[in-house]
T-cell receptor, first 113, second 114 residues
Framework: GESVGLHLPTLSVQEGDNSIINCAYS??????FIWYKQESGKGPQFIID?????DKRQGQRVTVLLNKTVKHLSLQIAATQPGDSAVYFC????????????FGPGTRLSVLP | SQTIHQWPATLVQPVGSPLSLECTVE??????LYWYRQAAGRGLQLLFY??????ISSEVPQNLSASRPQDRQFILSSKKLLLSDSGFYLC?????????????FGPGTRLTVL
């Protein structure tokens, strides 16, 4: 299959443990953020989003935390499973009208049996 | 439900040859459409976006072009491919209402220029 990122930072986690993937964004005016999951050879899939008026949002097994003070976003995956192995990247939407999403380079999550 | 298609899935082309990648969306009207390129170890680079038929905005100058001949069809083209055009090309769509709307991605096209 397609190798999305040959030199991406990699996080290795034992199956069943929790994973924390981090993202630093650059634009203090960004007011909407998305985490995407990309499996090898496939297009990115939406996981969870958060607006800048929130600092935490929970989904099924996933939680996104937003710290606007330090411009930091994190994705927490509870009870990591083999199917969670993929590249994860964040996207920020600048608050200025007409701006498009800016995507981070991604982190490769490897789940160990 | 909405679906997005891209083809071909993989393509190997010689340097200097033309390119045409196609993207179509089903189940929605007047979407915003996007072309991205993803190089190994890097994030998604926005190449073009379109808010309507015949309306194309280019984010980076290069030897690629885009066209939107129909509401739900987005085409990425080149007259002469360069080695640096190799990469994973992704088409995406979003609703056109503006605001906080996620982008939905297609399966991608892996282009190798030799």
């Amino acid at each position: 299959g397609e190798s999305v990122g040959l030199h991406l930072p990699t996080l290795s986690v034992q199956e069943g443990d929790n994973s924390i993937i981090n993202c630093a964004y650059s634009n203090s005016a960004s007011d909407y953020f998305i985490w995407y999951k990309q499996e090898s050879g496939k297009g990115p899939q939406f996981i969870i989003d958060i607006r800048s008026n929130m600092d935490k949002r929970q989904g099924q097994r996933v939680t996104v935390l937003l710290n606007k003070t330090v411009k930091h976003l994190s994705l927490q995956i509870a009870a990591t499973q083999p199917g969670d192995s993929a590249v994860y990247f964040c996207a920020e939407l600048p608050g200025d009208y007409g701006q498009n999403f800016v995507f981070g380079p991604g982190t490769r999550l490897s789940v160990l049996p | 439900s909405q679906t997005i298609h891209q083809w071909p899935a993989t393509l190997v082309q010689p340097v200097g040859s033309p390119l045409s990648l196609e993207c179509t969306v089903e189940g929605t009207s007047n979407p915003n459409l996007y072309w991205y390129r993803q190089a190994a170890g890097r994030g998604l680079q926005l190449l073009f976006y379109s808010v309507g038929i015949g309306q194309i905005s280019s984010e980076v100058p290069q030897n690629l072009s885009a066209s939107r001949p129909q509401d739900r069809q987005f085409i990425l083209s080149s007259k002469k491919l360069l080695l640096s055009d190799s990469g994973f090309y992704l088409c995406a769509w979003s609703v056109s209402s503006g605001g906080y709307n996620e982008q939905f991605f297609g399966p991608g096209t892996r282009l190798t220029v030799l």
